[in-house]
């Protein structure tokens, strides 16, 4: 029995990422996209999406973070999303 080639949909335009979020969310990339083709490949340099916050610490606070930071040759802000890094993983993994 042949194979019945299944029709391509035109992928519509999106005005933002949340747009575009919202419909993949609710249709299957199969209607859009000829997947049959498709290679596996690596983003070695991929770096998940950041988002500025403002966070209010005691003056004392981020002066021994800083000291910490120091001690361990890294940024202080770079330290304090370690730890809130591994704190978060330790809540996750004792909830269960």
Not at 36 to 46: C, D, F, I, T, Y
Not at 55 to 83: G, T
Request: aromatic residues 8%; glycine residues 2%; proline residues 6%.
């Amino acid at each position: 029995m042949p194979k019945v080639k299944k029709r391509i949909r035109k992928i519509p335009k999106f005005e933002s990422e949340d747009q575009e979020r919202e419909f993949w969310s609710s249709h299957d990339s199969t209607d859009y996209v000829d997947w049959s083709g498709a290679k596996r490949v690596k983003l070695p340099n991929l770096r998940p999406t950041t988002r500025t916050i403002s966070v209010r610490l005691p003056e004392s606070m981020i002066e021994r973070l800083k000291i910490l930071a120091n001690k361990r040759d890294v940024p202080y802000q770079s330290l304090l999303k370690m730890f809130v890094a591994d704190k978060i993983e330790e809540e996750l993994h004792s909830s269960r």
